[in-house]
């Protein structure tokens, strides 16, 4: 039985620890109340809104890429894209498994995706796992989607070429930005496409344009309720070329089977009307997503499909560049254009033999006829007056060995040879045969096609050296001058004119009616042929070891003016190789119902 008197048996000091575990509980809810509701009130008053609502870029479109009739060479289109939300997901791996199965991409490829883009996406935005989705990949998952909350369908543009092959080195093309990339550039996230090639990578801030953003409502099932707007994508600039696109197609086929490079070139003021090298690749390839078979395909292909002869590769520019050696004599030593040399068909310096191409020789010629004619001879005399340090400095300062500055990646700058460079590259000093070689474009000599055209463009348009241009709208951009006199730079284009008009010029096929055509020929050596291959025509000799073929050539007629500079790679002399092409592509420009 309770009694009264037992209350005042409670020890005081238990009271004591009670009142005060009471007030602790109330302390430590008091904090947690305050952590959760005011430190940590905004970030789960965001994380309950985005239970509700999502926010989701908006993929924009590429600016356009047009030649300079307004022919769109780069177009986009919608393509269709599976991705996973990642927080509406219950069993990751089983849907990895179910869009493997839908797609035949294979599980091990999606989780490389998946662990690639689980620290760029937030785990309530779509993780894009398959890029494109074929039409009837996305008709038969649009019918069985609704069965996994976790995956949507995304909907974004696509680049495509719808020219291919003749355009795919000057336009290149865009493909999703790798790890590398992704690093680089905050604002990219997994699945962007950004320029990798040609002028889709010269210009990417220009054709890229901005992403924006929409809100979804979404319930507790992650399906969408409802979507808005709030910030519009904006599309990249359109970007306007110097190209032609019948041009740029006739040359293509021009080339016929040959590997090789054509540049067309307006001299006056450097803009580029056609740029060709071929073979190539269809563009599209890349921006579909390219197997690991066809990449290894392109990429051990002995004709270099991706190889862009026009600036990526350097060749012996052969007699070419007999012009500049030219050029370099009239304005660095005593030689006038009337000095004359005896061509026997072979040239002796010191121990060493050089032969003509001539076998029998040319007789005495001056410079005039020696350009026409090609006479290898007349500039082995010219070689070794000058020695190669005048050759050098002169060709230097006339574009070779330089990079033209073209917007195009991976531009090479050729090569012109000097004492140092030798010294420095081999250990060893100069020889004097050596400015011989060098003095018909052969030896160490290299040049691109374009570097070629360039030069030319310089001898006709009153000695200025441009910027190789591909932007419609650009002015002309003067790099440098020809370090020549008008009077010696005229007489350079009056031989090219003799060579073709003259009745013993080399290029004597690429005569027109009513049009000022002229040119030089150029047969490359590529290595020195053994006696077994000496005498034997070109089709004869194994194709490795033919000769390279040039044609370096400008046509006018009225107020239009171009440069053609053709590289057939193998193609064996210049004049019957390349010398063809170029006059049909002059009869294109200058009498188009020639050329049908």
Known sequence: MFRSDQVNTLPADRIV????????????????????QVYKGDVYAQKAQANITRIQSIHAPRGLIRDRNGNILADNRPAYGLAMIRENSADVQATLQQVSDWTDVPTSKLSDRFEQGRDKVRSFEPLLLVPNLTFDQLAYIEARIHNWPDLNIITRPLRTYPYGAPFSHVLGYVAQANEKELRANPRLTLGDMIGKQGVEKTFEDILHGQKGRKHLQVNAQGRILHSSITQPPQPGSNLDLTLDCELQQFVWESLGDHAGAVVVMEPVTGKIRALVSKPGYDNNLFVRGLSMEKWEDLLHDPSHPLQNRLIQSAYPPGSVFKLAVAGCALAR???TTSTSFYCSGRYRLGNGLFRCWRRYGHGRLEMKEAIARSCDVYFYNLGEELGISKIHSFCTQAGFGQKTGIRLPNEQAGLIPSKEWKLRRFGQPWQGGESVITAIGQGYTTSTPLQVARFISALVNGGRLLQPLLQHDASPRVQNSLPLQDAHREFIRQAMIHTVEGKRGTARRLRLPGATIGAKTGTAQVVRLTKKHEDKETEEIPY???????????????????????LVEHGGHGSSAAGPIVKGIFEYLLDPEEAG
């Open 17 to 36: 620890i009670l009142q005060a575990a009471i007030l602790l509980l109330f302390i430590i809810i008091f904090l947690r109340l305050w952590y959760f």
């Open 333 to 335: 030593s005593e030689i």
């Open 544 to 566: 490795k070891f033919r000769d390279h073929a040039w044609m370096a050539a400008f046509g006018q007629q009225g107020d239009a003016s171009y440069v053609v500079v053709t």
